[in-house]
């Protein structure tokens, strides 16, 4: 359970470090799985995580859900968008039908999610179009322009080489407020509740917890 | 959209906590499972509903009127059907550290346990103590009666069932609660909130019955320890709601390649000789719906899903109370938890009341939420049972409160035809015979017992 706090220093005098919830969603066969280069498969995994260093002294960790399949015949549970922070909406530029599935998961995070929800739109599987153009099926400007109506971040990705998926989550760490205590612990220290770890100490409530 | 497959190891029917631990369990054991519920919604018959959704399931508005428009945001609502409390030391706390479920949950303090004395206008409510200390502090004793108290706390601590030398000279195996209570010289009033609000029985069976004192100084030792895990209550609760529960066993399912179809009504339970192998179910929602059929090696799964094949076994009553102020008399708390003893009402069933409030984000600020319930003793008038609950709980602003609620137990034990029924959820506050019936049905499906304590390694993927 390490990972719900923050490893190593807990912002020491000058460093800050918080922890964000990230949903990720799309149609099946976008490229979900392959998005975080450091996810090796969905089996087991409770969540992955990606940390972003944002300049030397700020580090942003982001504690990657995925839906686990259970999208697939709407039986995504209320606990998968609650206190989410950020969500990645992922299509695949060669399949126009995946866009319009990202357009429908956007208007069920506004309506399911924190009116402040930091919502990314990604174009996935850039690499194909490099090498054969004709395999677009996405024009960027038609999805930019869809992105900015909508309020979105908006970025064409490659899952497989690794393109612009670095800078996806480094924006959406700028857009993030890391200076307010984010709903979810997103901050040392932050969670309110009780740790269940049977090593912690008896009463911490409100102290930082290490579960 | 994925074709169901041809067949599953286990078919679940129905998110209940109880179901949805199972169908985790099972996963993570490397079962194939698929996971239908006929509601769109998690959780079954102990699901946290929103206020508009609570409204609409009592029905007790006029037409055209939207009464839940009064009380803020809808979704700030998370409204527990069934009342109940995780103890911090408990099994549920177990197997959610176990699973690493844990992670998907945050769980906040129950800030206190009550028991009420007397009745009618002379009630007062006390702290129910839980170490030898606190007895001495405790209103509920007078000044011998303290110290009586707190030697019986301290040989419970030492008590080990296995070792006689502890036991005091009393033979176990046929001892009764009455014998322990006359060792050590306990008053009436004493036994009563040590029996019910520490022991948390519901009646007073258990002081007449032989060899029963290893288990209710067990459960003694249990509320002890659950209170000194973080203090001033045994109990711990999700923040957002009992629903909460399923919700993260079903991820953990889902996590280990369990599927899951909501709005997913049963037609039909197939059987080969008398054994069942399957279902044919319809999925609503989408157009056409869709209509399946699947073979399971076997099938778990809530009474409401077997008709015919469950007893009734006693009947629940309950009130659900939004109001805005805490309890009298338990300091202010934003959550408590209060036992009238049966004895104290003339009732042969306690009364239980579990409050909880904003603090665990099942309402906005200024709300709480008051449950009040007992096993139904008559067959009619069942206001006038709660009554003594609901007069504690003080001004109501609104209250739900149903025909009386069948607590439904199977018939069988599921070794003839292969469908394991799980029970209704009990009248008890906690939920340890919840995990009791998960680790029963687990032992008779799969032929072993359940041991949650390590499930995970050697499976879980490696992070980063
Ligand atoms: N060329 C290319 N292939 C990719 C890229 N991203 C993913 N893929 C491939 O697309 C296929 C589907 O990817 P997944 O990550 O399994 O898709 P998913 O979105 O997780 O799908 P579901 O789990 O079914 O919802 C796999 O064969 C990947 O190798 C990419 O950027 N470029
Ligand atoms: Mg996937």
Known sequence: MASRGPPGARGGMNTRFAQFKLVLLGESAVGKDQFDSYRESTIGAAFLTQTISLDENTTVKFEIWDTAGQERYKSLAPMYYRNANCAVVVYDITQASSLDKAKSWVKELQRQANESIIIALAGNKLDLVSEQPDKRAVSTADAEAYAKEAGLLFFETSAKTAENVRDLFTAIARRLPLDQVGPRHSRPGQRQGVSLNPESPNTNVGGPCAC | MDEIAPEYDVVVLGTGLTECILSGVFSVKGKKVLHIDRNNHYGGEAASLNIEALFKKYGNYSPGEEPWKQYGRVNDWNIDLVPKFLMSSGELTNILVSTDVTRYLEFKQVAGSYVQQGAGSRATVAKVPSDAAEALRSPLMGIFEKRRMKSFIEWVGTFDPKDPAT????????????????????????????????????????????????????????????????????????????????????????????????????????????????????????????????????????????????????????????????????????????IIPQSQVGRHNDIYIACVSAAHNVCPKGYYIAIVSTIAEGSANHHLELEPGLKRVGKIKEQFMSAPIPLYEPLEDGTKDNIFISKSYDATSHFETTTDDVRDIYSRAAGEELVVEGLREGIQVAEN
Do not use: W
Not at chain 2, 169 to 191: H, I, P, Q, W
Not at chain 2, 276 to 304: H, Q, Y
């Open chain 2, 167 to 338: 036991h005091k000279g009393l033979n176990m195996a046929t001892c009764t609660m009455k014998e322990v209570y006359d060792k050590f010289s306990l008053e009436t009033t004493t036994r009563d909130f040590i029996g019910h609000a520490m022991a948390l029985y519901l009646s007073d069976g258990y002081i007449s019955t032989p060899g029963q004192a290893p288990e209710a100084i067990e459960r003694i030792r249990l509320y002890g320890n659950s209170v000194a895990r973080y203090g001033k209550s045994p109990y711990i609760y999700p923040l957002y709601g009992l629903g909460e529960l399923p919700q993260g066993f079903a991820r953990l399912s889902a996590i280990y390649g369990g599927t899951y179809m909501l709005g997913t009504s049963v037609d039909e339970i197939t059987y080969e000789d008398g054994k069942a192998v399957g279902i044919k179910a319809t999925m609503s929602g989408m157009e056409p719906e869709m209509k399946f059929e699947t073979k399971a090696k076997m099938i778990l799964g809530d009474p409401s899903y077997f008709p015919g094949k469950t007893k009734v076994v006693g009947h629940v009553l309950r009130a659900i109370c939004i109001i805005d102020h805490p309890l009298d008399g338990t300091s202010d708390n934003d959550s408590c938890q209060i």
